[in-house]
């Protein structure tokens, strides 16, 4: 089993900066693929961003050029960077942890962006 614990939501103005963290533990050897999706109301969950154990990664289009991925192996953590928030970002977003053997998802934190 992996654990996720997710932090540094909360509420920014539009144009504005935020930065994800998504911490794991537990069988972290399990992992090969982290990633942040997201869900706002009435939505279905989308992708946001993944990033393989070597550093693969790829982006939704809708947030290329303005959220970075990247991961700490050494710290079992994975950080979305956003930037130029706009209020369309606004949702709950989730860190996922991906393996053979794992499908784990952290508990949510919720970016609103105000216009």
């Known amino acids: 089993q992996v654990q996720l614990v997710e932090s540094g939501g909360g509420l920014v103005q539009a144009g504005g900066s935020l930065r994800l963290s998504c911490a794991a533990s537990?069988?972290?050897?399990?992992?090969?693929?982290m990633g942040w999706y997201r869900q706002a109301p009435g939505k279905q969950r989308e992708l946001v961003a993944i990033i393989t154990k070597g550093g693969t990664t790829n982006y939704a289009d809708s947030v290329k050029g303005r959220f970075t991925i990247s991961r700490d192996n050494a710290k079992n953590t994975v950080y979305l960077q956003m930037n130029s928030l706009k209020p369309e970002d606004t949702s709950v977003y989730y860190c996922n942890a991906l393996g053979p053997l794992t499908n784990s998802w952290g508990q949510g934190t919720q970016v609103t962006v105000s216009s």
């Open positions: 537990g069988s972290i050897f399990s992992i090969n693929t």
